[in-house]
C-alpha cells in the first residue's frame, strides 16, 4: 500500500536557474492546498545533511515568482554522493517527519533523488537547469530565461560588431550541452556556431569561412561559442592573426543565470511544481516531471536517466544555411 504523505520537503540543487522560485512557490501552495505541511530546505542536499530545515507557509513564498535565483538557496554537496551521506540525509527526513521530497535541478540532482527514494524516502525530480540537458524532457526551467537573456546580449555586441566591421566570439553557457548555443545561433543570425556535442576543432575551416564572408559583403561575422569549447579569447587572438579581421571575445558567463523569468518559464515551472505535489499525493516516488510533445508527464527517474539526448540534426543542419 503506499505510504501517506502528510508532510513534504522542498530543495534546489546545482545550478540555479530563473523559474526556480515560481516552482518552489508552486510546491509551498498546492501542498498547502492538498492539507501538507511543507518544508524548505536551505542549500540543496547540504542543507538537508545540515538540517537547514524551515516550515513553509503561503506567506514565505509571496513576491517571488517574478524574481530570479532560488530563494532556498542551492549548493553542491560530495557528501551526498557517498552511501552514508545519504543515509544520514534519509534518517534526517524521517527525524523532521518528512515523507516526501521535491528536488528542483539537474540530472545530478536526480542521481540523489534516486538514492533518497531506494532508502524509503518518496521523491520527484522537477527539471531545472538553464542548459536544457536533460534527457527526458523538452523544457527545463531557466532555458528560456537564459536563452532570451543571451540573446538580447547578443544583438547588442552585433550592434558594435557591425560598426567596427570586426569579428565577435560570443561565449554562452553550457559545458557539456550546446542548446543555449545552437537556439542563439539561430536567433542572432550567428555565421558560426560552435556545440560540443558537433564541432570538429577545424580552425581552419572557420578562418576560411571568415575570409569568404567578408569578400561576400558581410559586415560583421558572430560566432558563437558554447562554453564547452573554451578558449574563446585565445581563439579570438589565433582568428585575427590568421584572418586580419579585428576579432573579440565576450565571455557572458553568470549574467545567463540571473534575471526575471520570462513568462513561459514562469508557468512552465508553476505548473511542474504542482505536478510534482500531485504525484507525492498519488503516492508516487522516484518519478521525474517532464513536458514532452506538448504534455506535461512523468517518467521513472532511473528510465530518465538512462536516456540520451541529441542536438536537434535539422535545427543544426538550417542554422549553417541560413548564416549564408
Ligand atoms: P545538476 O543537478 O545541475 O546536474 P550537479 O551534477 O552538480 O548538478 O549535482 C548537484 C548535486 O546532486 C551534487 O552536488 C550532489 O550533492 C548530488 N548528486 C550528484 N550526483 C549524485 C549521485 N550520483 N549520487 C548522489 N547525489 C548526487
Ligand atoms: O547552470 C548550468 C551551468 O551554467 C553550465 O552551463 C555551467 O557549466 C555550469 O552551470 C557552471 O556552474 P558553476 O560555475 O556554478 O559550477
Avoid at 545540515?50 to 532560488?70: F, H, K, L, P, Y
Avoid at 544520514?88 to 521535491?102: P, S, W
Avoid at 532570451?148 to 561565449?171: G, L, P, Q
Amino acid at each position: 500500500m503506499a505510504k501517506e504523505i502528510k508532510t513534504i520537503g522542498v530543495l534546489t540543487s546545482g545550478g540555479d536557474a530563473p523559474g526556480m522560485n515560481a516552482a518552489i512557490r508552486a510546491v509551498v501552495r498546492e501542498g498547502i492546498a492538498k492539507g501538507l505541511k511543507v518544508k524548505g530546505i536551505k542549500r540543496g542536499y547540504a542543507g538537508l545533511l545540515a538540517e537547514e530545515i524551515e516550515d513553509m507557509s503561503v506567506r514565505s513564498v509571496s513576491d517571488i515568482i517574478q524574481r530570479g535565483g532560488t530563494i532556498l538557496q542551492t549548493a553542491r554537496c560530495r557528501e551526498f554522493m557517498t552511501s552514508e551521506g545519504q543515509k544520514k540525509g534519509a534518517q534526517i527526513c524521517e527525524k523532521h517527519g518528512i515523507d516526501g521530497i521535491i528536488v528542483i535541478g539537474g540530472d545530478g540532482s536526480f542521481q540523489g533523488a534516486q538514492k533518497l527514494a531506494a532508502l524509503g524516502i518518496n521523491t520527484i525530480g522537477v527539471p531545472g537547469t538553464i542548459d536544457l540537458d536533460i534527457a527526458c524532457t523538452d523544457y527545463t526551467i531557466g532555458f528560456d530565461t537564459a536563452v532570451n537573456t543571451a540573446m538580447e546580449a547578443i544583438d547588442k555586441i552585433r550592434d558594435t560588431s557591425t560598426s567596427h566591421e570586426r569579428c565577435s566570439i560570443v561565449e554562452v553557457m553550457g559545458r557539456g550541452a550546446g542548446y543555449i548555443a545552437l537556439w542563439c545561433g539561430i536567433a542572432n543570425g550567428a555565421e558560426n556556431i560552435l556545440l560540443p556535442e558537433k564541432y570538429d576543432h577545424d580552425e581552419q575551416k572557420l578562418i576560411d569561412n571568415i575570409i569568404e564572408c567578408r569578400k561576400r559583403g558581410k559586415q560583421h561575422h558572430i560566432i558563437i561559442n558554447a562554453e564547452g569549447i573554451g578558449d574563446s579569447i585565445n581563439m579570438a587572438k589565433r582568428i585575427e592573426a590568421a584572418t586580419g579581421v579585428e576579432t573579440r571575445a565576450t565571455i557572458l558567463g553568470y549574467l545567463q543565470r540571473g534575471g526575471n523569468p520570462t513568462c513561459k518559464d514562469r508557468v512552465y515551472a508553476s505548473t511542474m511544481g504542482c505536478y510534482a505535489v500531485d504525484l507525492l499525493c498519488q503516492g508516487k516516488s522516484n518519478r521525474v516531471v517532464a513536458y514532452r510533445h506538448g504534455e506535461y508527464v512523468d517518467y521513472d527517474i532511473d528510465e530518465a536517466l538512462a536516456m540520451q539526448k541529441e542536438i536537434s540534426e535539422y535545427q543544426y543542419e538550417i542554422s549553417k544555411n541560413l548564416a549564408i
